[in-house]
């Protein structure tokens, strides 16, 4: 955190903007650098303030604040966070599409505001050469890390924890891909209300064909600027997908994007085999029970019989957990012991939050502030710094290809 994060207010309001900058004002990491009262004067003053945050509001004369954040968004590496009387799905999707990292009710409290200001810090855009500006699409990136969610126990949440690591990978530097996995009965969009007009099977008809503008028009974009590659619309449609198909177009987005997240089914067949052995990081999901622990172990056997798997690029996470100590669900700490294998996050069971973000289409993330969307935030952010130290670790090698770490030698 740094001696003080700078702050613009953008409202048509002087007194929410005397408001918002009195509860800032109470904070010492926190400085309140300027005002603006219109969308035009807010972009304006942030090329020339550079803000690392800046608190829009929503309706505000000659352009709203939804329009003023994705042109900011382009030219100045900050984060956004909006603030609106309408708190409705709606509002808070097309937020999210223009550009924003959060929503706040208006008006907000103390203790919200001050979160959601230090949050919106921590994940503001890296200061780029030539500005802040979008990614173009059809650029390739160099190679992207691939990060695959697997749990050999059905109805874990992985397909939940996939769909917010995403979310959390994402930002305007780091263009990032979900791709469903789970090929008979994948629901990731559904996890993000998206429409699937188009799936996987798109690029299967196309596989030796592949380039940057087909994938663009085949993958689906969720609200925040997620893509997402959606599973085929039935186990029939499932049949036609083979391991050799999916690899290529998993590797192949690895180029076009920074980050690439699968989620997969629980069973082991060629297809998640072949993803297992594919990724630079494999995220496990367990949940405290026996039949799951179990699960776990015959997988973890399975690793150890290969001398060529990396468990170093396992990330054990325990979900689902339940925050009343006398529910009767195992102790994690047994569970690590037990598996031999040190459990990096525990995500609470917290049914609410998630069914209303189910519902909504919103990744829990959105809410980092509270539980369970903080302790996910942090899930990502591990994965992300883990990332990063492979990028340092690494050799320069040109354009080789790394190699990748076989499951069975």
């Given at each position: 955190?740094?001696?003080?994060?700078?702050?613009?207010?953008?409202?048509?309001?002087?007194?929410?903007?005397?408001?918002?900058?009195r509860l800032l004002s109470f904070e010492p990491d926190m400085d309140v650098i300027g005002f603006a009262g219109t969308g035009s004067e807010a972009i304006a003053k942030a090329q020339i303030m550079k803000p690392d945050v800046i608190l829009m509001d929503i309706n505000m004369p000659d352009m709203d604040g939804l329009t003023a954040t994705e042109q900011i968004t382009q030219v100045v590496a900050c984060s956004v966070v909006m603030i609106s009387v309408q708190s409705d799905r709606d509002y808070m999707r097309r937020a999210m599409q223009a550009g924003a990292v959060d929503f706040l009710p208006k008006p907000p409290s103390a203790d919200e505001l001050y979160a959601t200001v230090r949050n919106a810090y921590e994940r503001r855009p890296k200061v780029v050469a030539g500005g802040a500006g979008k990614p173009d699409p059809n650029q390739p990136s160099s190679s992207g890390h691939i990060i695959v969610v697997y749990s050999p126990q059905g109805g874990s949440g992985a397909t939940t924890l996939a769909v917010n690591i995403a979310g959390c990978l994402l930002s305007q530097q780091d263009?990032?891909?979900?791709?469903?996995?789970?090929l008979q009965f994948g629901?990731?969009?559904?996890?993000l209300d998206v429409r699937t007009e188009r799936n996987i099977i798109n690029l299967v008809q196309a596989s030796g064909d592949l380039d940057s503008d087909l994938i663009e028009n085949v993958l689906m974009t969720h609200g925040s600027g997620l893509r997402i590659l959606a599973a085929p619309r039935g186990p029939e449609e499932a049949s036609e997908v083979h391991s050799e198909h999916i690899l290529q177009i998993v590797q192949t987005l690895a180029n076009q994007f920074r980050y690439v997240v699968v989620d997969t089914a629980p069973h082991l067949?060629?297809?998640?085999?072949?993803?297992?052995?594919?990724?630079?990081?494999v995220?496990?999901?367990?949940?405290?029970?026996?039949?799951?622990?179990?699960?776990?172990?015959?997988?973890?056997?399975?690793?150890?019989?290969?001398?060529?798997?990396?468990?170093?690029?396992?990330i054990f996470v325990m979900n689902k957990m339940p925050v009343d100590k006398k529910s009767g669900a195992l102790n994690p700490e047994d569970i690590s012991r037990s598996l031999r294998l040190p459990i990096k996050a525990v995500i609470p069971a917290i049914e609410k939050a998630f069914l209303e973000s189910l519902n909504r289409g919103v990744p829990v993330i959105v809410n980092a502030r509270q539980s369970p969307g903080r302790e996910v935030q942090q899930l990502g952010e591990e994965i992300k710094k883990m990332m990063i130290s492979v990028e340092v670790e690494e050799p320069a090698t040109g354009d080789k290809p790394k190699p990748r770490k076989g499951l069975f030698g």
């Open positions: 955190m740094p001696d003080k994060i700078r702050i613009m207010i953008v409202d048509d309001v002087e007194t929410s903007q005397k408001g918002l900058a263009r990032t891909v979900l791709v469903d996995g789970n629901d990731a969009a559904v996890h067949d060629g297809v998640t085999i072949g993803l297992l052995e594919l990724a630079d990081v995220v496990l999901v367990g949940v405290p029970t026996l039949p799951a622990v179990k699960n776990m172990k015959l997988i973890l056997e399975l690793f150890d019989q290969s001398p060529d798997f990396d468990k170093n690029k396992l």
